[in-house]
């Protein structure tokens, strides 16, 4: 038995032609699980019962177990169990008028950041395309109205160390048949593995959608220290790919900056980092993130003050900048926290 959101609409189709069941049919099924979020196929009611029976006996549809689900004022945490007992969160964050989804794409993460709690126990393994789909489906099930408009791949991992399974995600999201998601709504956050960032330059579905980088540091020692994958990943090379990034029309790339207390929040660093951009400010805008602290991390966040200070030096350069606060975050932390919290609740026996 398999799952049946592992496959965008193209490969699903020739799925059903290798289990004899009749390809166009595909489509059918696909608008049911992905406009009308069902998720039975009893309930499929235009196909007929011997149809759907056949279909049941070959597709399961989640491969995540709902455990919890935690509410702050602008933004819900989701946990979910996969099958082999890993624990996956997703941010469900309240804007204005729309949702915006935060979906994890790897349970851990072997870049190492040294301020990040998913980093704390390694990476254990690529989601699947059904995982990572499936926080999208279950999320939007769960809500009474109003559709997810925005993803993020900020969650848990390095998406583009999973770039197949990602790159299907991005297929089903965007399909007029699927989620029928716009591709500038999209938004894959790296570290910036230099070979993935070419390929992905290279592929015509993932270099349409939004591009976040997190560049956390401004010199190669720096960012080495914070991010230890960067060793091989340099900060040059990042620059020089990202400078010559083929992007869409009036598309920016967004550099992502964790402030960090007494580590990378001076003025100076903040001219470095004005520099490194250089010539280049119509191309990137800066996200700049507070530290949210956590007790296994070795860091503060910076005063209000500092940030701000940062901040005034990128407008005198005239980059594009944006700091976001969230209560949501207030409440969970970053990406990850909720989760390592719940394991060692479990390992001490708190929590079946
Ligand atoms: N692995 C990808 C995407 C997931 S992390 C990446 O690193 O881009 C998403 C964002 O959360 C990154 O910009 C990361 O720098 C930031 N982040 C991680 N831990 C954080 C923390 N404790 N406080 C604030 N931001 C954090
Ligand atoms: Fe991985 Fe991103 Fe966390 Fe770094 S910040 S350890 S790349 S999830």
Known sequence: MEYITNYPLGELKERFKDLGLEPYRAKQVFRWIYKKFITDFARMTDLSKEYRKLLSENFRFHPLKKLDRVEAPDAIKYLFKTVDSHIVETVLIKERNHYTLCVSSQIGCAVGCTFCATALDGLKRNLTTAEIIDQYIQVQQDLDEGKIRNVVFMGMGEPLANYENVKKVVKIMISSEGLDLSKRRITISTSGIISQLNRMAQDEVMREVNLAVSLNAVSQKAREELMPLTKTNTLKELMEVL?????????????????????NDSVKDAEKLAKLIGQHKRRF???????NPDPNLPYERPSLTDIMNFQRVLWKHGISNFVRFSKGIEVFGACGQLRTKRLKLEIEGAVK
């Not at 083929?246 to 402030?259: A, D, G, H, Q």
């Not at 805008?285 to 530290?291: A, D, E, G, R, S």
Request: a positive charge; hydrophobic letters at 45%.
């Open 243 to 263: 400078k010559s990034f083929p992007l869409p029309k009036y598309r920016r790339i967004t550099l992502e900056y964790v402030l960090i207390k007494g580590v």
């Open 285 to 291: 805008k800066v996200n700049l993130i507070p530290f």
